[in-house]
């Protein structure tokens, strides 16, 4: 049988709680409360799938307004190179702000 290390590190912290709780589910389950009132999450909770689109959905919005990069790493043609130069081994980058894109020749 192949190991899997993931599930080995599962297992290991399974059997560390319950070593810690004496193997009593109760004791394991007011431990674990315990654990979670004094780490309380303070982070977005997804019940389910579309609560996940949901908040993939808003958090892409609220970047949509930051700027971004595209690189464009064919070269120049004529009706794209009016204000560029042409420098070997320079690639044209793009950067989007929430309104228009503007470009530089940037040398690698």
């Known amino acids: 049988m192949n190991s899997n ?3 080995e590190g599962v297992w290991r912290i399974k059997d560390e709680l ?3 709780a004496y193997y009593d589910l109760h004791q394991l389950c007011e431990n674990t409360r315990r654990w979670a009132a004094e780490h309380p999450h303070d982070g977005p909770v997804v019940h ?3 609560e996940l689109r ?3 959905t808003a958090k892409e919005r609220a970047r ?3 700027p971004t990069l595209a ?3 064919e ?3 004529r009706k794209n190179r009016d ?3 042409e420098a070997p081994g320079a690639v044209q980058v793009f950067v989007r702000d929430s309104t228009s894109w503007t470009s530089a020749d940037v040398r690698a």
């Open 48 to 50: 389910n799938a579309e």
């Open 5 to 7: 290390p993931i599930l």
């Open 54 to 56: 949901q908040l993939i």
């Open 83 to 85: 204000h560029h130069t």
């Open 64 to 66: 949509a307004g930051q």
């Open 18 to 20: 319950a070593r810690e």
């Open 75 to 77: 070269p120049p043609n």
């Open 71 to 73: 690189l464009n790493e």
